[in-house]
């Protein structure tokens, strides 16, 4: 086998360093190839409209931190912490991001086309007009998320917790839900036509229009429950 035909990308990797825009402008510029990050800072710093494309990022700290409408196309982020970033207007189609506590960040118009997000902490965090088509969470705290417009139809929802989440104009068309909880999410105009709800917790859920939840699957237990929040008396 000829190996000069295959192109061999170098792997770069810097760890424990504290990093801001000018060090990482020079790093990327003086490494080519995969770009990996282990248990670096960048708390605060200003990274956005950079070009970051399948750089990987491994226990680091993202507090604070704009990435605004930076290229973070096919970037990898495991085990990191990053409440309040902005990841407003960036373009993160087949971003991977597992195990990390994103509380509170903001996405609002991202490309998110193909991005997954698996055992990772959204509470309070801002999807508001992302571009989501073949967007994934799985096992995932979704508390008081804002996910208005999204669309999860046919999608299978694992261990997803929308609590107080507010899914208003949210497409969960014959979704299946294997876990996780909806209690108290906020659904106005919110389908869930053929969605089966067997297993996850509907307490408090707040049915406006019948017709919005037209052959969705519900356990006997579940609609006991929606007669009593409907305080009707089965006699």
Known sequence: MNLSLFEVKPVSVTRHQTVDRAALEVF???????????????????????????CQFVRCTLAEASWYAADLSQ??????????????????????FVNCD???????????????????????????EVAALGLGFEDCLLVGTDLRGMSFRKAQLTELNFSDADLSGCDFREAVFSGGSLRNAHTKLTRFDGADLRETDIAGLKVLDAKLFKNA?????QAADLLRAWELIVA
């Open 28 to 54: 990327m510029a003086e490494n080519p190839g995969v770009r990996t990050f282990e248990d670096c800072t960048f708390d605060l710093g200003d990274f956005s409209r950079m070009d970051l494309r399948g």
């Open 75 to 96: 970037t990898q982020w495991t085990g990191c912490r990053g409440r309040q970033a902005d990841f407003e207007s960036a373009s993160m189609t087949d971003a991977k």
């Open 102 to 128: 994103l509380n509170n960040t903001k996405w609002r118009r991202a490309k998110l086309s193909s991005a997954s997000f698996k055992g990772c902490k959204l509470t309070g965090a801002h999807f508001v």
């Open 217 to 221: 699957l519900i356990s006997p237990r």
